[in-house]
């Protein structure tokens, strides 16, 4: 190859290398909202055109989701101290760690249901065209990968056809 050619060339594969980089990280982040976003009532208000009464109502929603998913944590650090403590005292059997592991997961539960019922919400609040994009936008965060470090589900493993 004609040396003077090389460099270039070199650089044009760079450049359409970094090019494609950048728009498929623009892409993914534009399609698959993290649940961050999801709470982010200015992006909703973006993504979904929603009116002021609509944005103030889920406003509202949010802030009270937020209140009862405090509590749950609150619940569940709490049961998952006494666990510990539970572990590191048990003598005879495994009764009080069992019973301090179901509250923990009761907590866990609460916060589950609590933001279910919050989607519901939500989505009561918007017109058909925007509900069909929130549960697009719901199913794409929720078919992510997992997060937690260990975890191998891949993404997409909970997609359905």
């Not at 892409?27 to 944005?55: I, N, W």
């Not at 939500?122 to 078919?143: E, G, K, P, S």
Request: charged share 25%.
């Amino acid at each position: 190859m004609n040396r003077k050619w090389f460099i270039p060339l070199v650089a044009a594969v760079a450049a359409g290398v970094a090019a494609y980089g950048v728009t498929r990280h623009a892409a993914r982040e534009r399609s698959a909202p993290s649940l961050d976003r999801l709470q982010d009532v200015s992006f909703l208000t973006r993504e979904l055109g929603l009116s002021d009464a609509q944005a103030n109502e889920i406003k509202r929603l949010h802030a009270s989701l937020g209140a009862k998913l405090n509590d749950c944590c609150a619940r569940h650090c709490a049961a998952r101290a006494r666990l510990g403590q539970a572990l590191a005292t048990e003598t005879n059997g495994a009764a009080q760690t069992e019973a301090v592991l179901a509250e923990m997961c009761r907590a866990y539960e609460a916060g589950e249901r609590a933001t279910l019922e919050h989607m519901r919400r939500v989505r009561a609040i918007l017109n058909a065209d925007q509900r069909r994009r929130f549960d697009a936008m719901i199913t794409n965060c929720m078919c992510q990968a997992c997060s937690m470090e260990g975890c191998n589900m891949p993404p997409g493993a909970m997609k359905h056809d």
